[in-house]
């Protein structure tokens, strides 16, 4: 159905800024809202934002609003996050996730995604 390939982690300076991108296959891309989640070592993954089908509608965990824009081209079937004043509590494994669902409620949830990327490794020193 579809696969999704995350791309754009590293490893950066506490303050520093990364951008994310998902890169997604299918033509249904437009069809799913999408959700980046993060997972730190011995965590449980987390929500970190999410984006409707049509980019109008935006959510964002509290702890990165401020500071993360989630945002999306369907025209190129990707989804991206651009990561600013990055701090070292954000390290973690960053997933790109799709869902069919129109209720909001599910993006904010794992078991509410339908599809999973493998992941990129964000590292934040001090």
């Known amino acids: 159905q579809v696969q999704l390939v995350e791309s754009g982690g590293g490893l950066v300076q506490a303050g520093g800024s990364l951008r994310l991108s998902c890169a997604a296959s299918?033509?249904?891309?437009?069809?799913?809202?999408m959700g980046w989640f993060r997972q730190a070592p011995g965590k449980e993954r987390e929500f970190v934002a999410a984006i409707s089908r049509s980019g109008g509608r935006i959510y964002y965990a509290d702890s990165v609003k401020g500071r993360f824009t989630i945002s999306r081209d369907n025209a190129k079937n990707t989804v991206y996050l651009q990561m600013n004043s990055l701090k070292p509590e954000d390290t973690a494994v960053y997933y790109c996730?799709?869902?069919?669902?129109?209720?909001?409620?599910?993006?904010?949830?794992?078991?509410?995604?339908?599809?999973w990327g493998k992941g990129t490794l964000v590292t934040v020193s001090s």
């Open positions: 996730a799709a869902t069919s669902s129109y209720y909001s409620g599910s993006y904010y949830n794992v078991d509410g995604m339908d599809y």
């Open positions: 299918g033509r249904t891309f437009s069809t799913y809202a």
